[in-house]
């Protein structure tokens, strides 16, 4: 059975794991095989390269962006890289192979950005695209690090495992992402190699343009869809579960079994990412199955979600939700009865690059819920100009969501267990097809309407 699989940063970090848990795991022989890896750069190593994901603190490309000098941290970088190189020798890592070949690949990107630093200098050209493409560059080295560490050490290991890099440092061909992988997996007998390949793909249009730090699950979607396997799988460090058991405790949830593409896009849509939506559409459209695994619990099945799966028995899947969103309220007495008076709202945030994650309307106000991060004073100037009121405050939203939840009294049961916990509902509401019934909250309330949700609906 031919599978593709994904392993994650935090995952790949624990490499001793992974060969016991995912590459060796009950197999042997001829069963290693049929098996494609995407491996995602090691943990925080594109944070260093580019910026926190999370905090946004400044790494290498926030110097390039600011006219200032870069090597010195990009050779910092490689310095780093290096020491974690040390973490591997004992499985089998040659570390003065694995030393050269990141070293190279460091002094290739700085003569790169020092081609593109010099053209910005120059004004002739325009700065976004140069930029963007010291973005690719960057980026592009974290998962060649890794994938080629994982090829060496499996090598070392006596199989046969071949390195997969998508970054295209040597090849000046104009290729599509999917032109590339195409290209790359031509010809290769899966049956009996084991194919490691960089989560970061080099294409005309630009990985991370188009999907920024979603980069690498888009790679294993589009290598997915290239050789149509039997199954999909990403490893995580977590199962996807019915609650965050951080909130609610280890013993008051559970893993999910089973679940649809639809019930994935709602969790992506408020942070909790099985996988990012525009790697599970491929997927989704070419009916390809998806599982998700606990890299640390390997005997766990996971989670298998498809395209046509509804739960047999109506109840809720997964209890989650954000607490880092705000609620804008955008007030004006003229909206009552004007046909399309929301168009010229949704232009304003389409100007700015900002979607909702949430929308209610009355006859004089609409309500949005966007990502706190997206809340930009220049958005906010430009809805004071054009409507009466205009307010924001500090929110969560916590959300019911599963294949199959439309059942009579669930939204009066879930409101009541609010109203116990002493929670007011700020806003609610739920599309027709109900799979996702959403509760916008004050921020401070987001955990204690998780724990309550879940004793109540579970």
């Avoid at 994938?147 to 440092?169: C, W, Y």
Wanted: proline share 3%; glycine share 6%; with cysteine.
């Amino acid at each position: 059975m031919l599978t593709v699989e994904k392993i994650g940063g935090t995952s790949m970090t624990a490499f001793a794991d992974v060969l016991q848990n995912i590459i060796f795991h009950g197999r042997q022989g001829q069963d290693l095989y049929n098996r494609i890896f995407v491996v995602s750069a090691y943990a925080n190593v594109t944070n260093w390269l580019l910026e926190n994901k999370k905090t946004g603190a400044p790494g290498v490309y926030h110097r390039i962006t600011e006219h200032q000098e870069f090597r010195v941290a990009l050779q910092e970088v490689a310095a780093k890289l290096k020491e974690l190189n040390k973490n591997y020798a004992p499985l089998g890592l040659d570390l003065a192979v694995a030393d050269a070949f990141i070293q190279q690949r460091i002094d290739q990107a700085q003569a790169y950005l020092e081609s593109l630093v010099n053209v910005l200098a120059s004004g002739y050209v325009n700065g976004p695209n140069i930029l963007q493409a010291a973005r690719e560059i960057l980026a592009s080295i974290g998962e060649a690090h890794s994938a080629f560490n994982s090829v060496n050490i499996l090598q070392n290991k006596g199989l046969n495992a071949t390195l997969i890099d998508l970054s295209g440092f040597d090849d000046a061909r104009p290729l599509t992402i999917d032109a590339r992988i195409q290209q790359a997996f031509a010809g290769i007998d899966f049956a009996t190699t084991i194919c490691i390949a960089t989560g970061y793909t080099k294409g005309t249009e630009g990985i991370m343009r188009e999907f920024d730090r979603g980069y690498s699950e888009v790679t294993f979607s589009k290598i997915a869809v290239a050789v149509h396997p039997q199954e999909a799988i990403i490893h995580k460090e977590y199962h996807l579960c019915s609650a965050d058991p951080m909130l609610v405790g280890v013993d008051y949830c559970h893993p999910v079994g089973f679940t649809n593409y639809d019930v994935a896009d709602q969790l992506a849509d408020v942070g909790m990412e099985a996988i990012h939506p525009k790697a599970s559409k491929p997927l989704e459209i070419n009916a390809i199955d998806l599982r998700i695994k606990n890299t640390f619990e390997p005997e766990h099945p996971g989670t298998l979600i498809t395209r046509d799966f509804v739960s047999p028995e109506k109840h809720i899947e997964v209890i989650t939700g954000t607490d880092k969103v705000v609620i804008i309220d955008i007030y004006d007495p003229l909206m009552v009865g004007a046909a399309g008076f929301d168009l010229h709202l949704m232009q304003a945030f389409f100007d700015f690059g900002v979607s909702y994650i949430f929308k209610a309307t009355s006859a004089n106000s609409i309500s949005l819920v966007i990502w706190q991060k997206d809340l930009k004073p220049e958005l906010v100037a430009a809805l004071e100009t054009k409507y009466e009121k205009v307010t924001s405050e500090n929110s969560s939203m916590v959300c019911l969501i599963g294949s199959n939840i439309d059942q009579p009294g669930l939204l009066a049961k879930a409101a009541g267990a609010l109203a116990e916990a002493g929670i007011n509902i700020r806003s609610a509401g739920f599309a027709l097809r109900k799979v996702n019934i959403q509760f916008i909250l004050g921020r401070e309330d987001y955990k204690a309407a998780i724990v309550a949700l879940n004793q109540a609906m579970g």
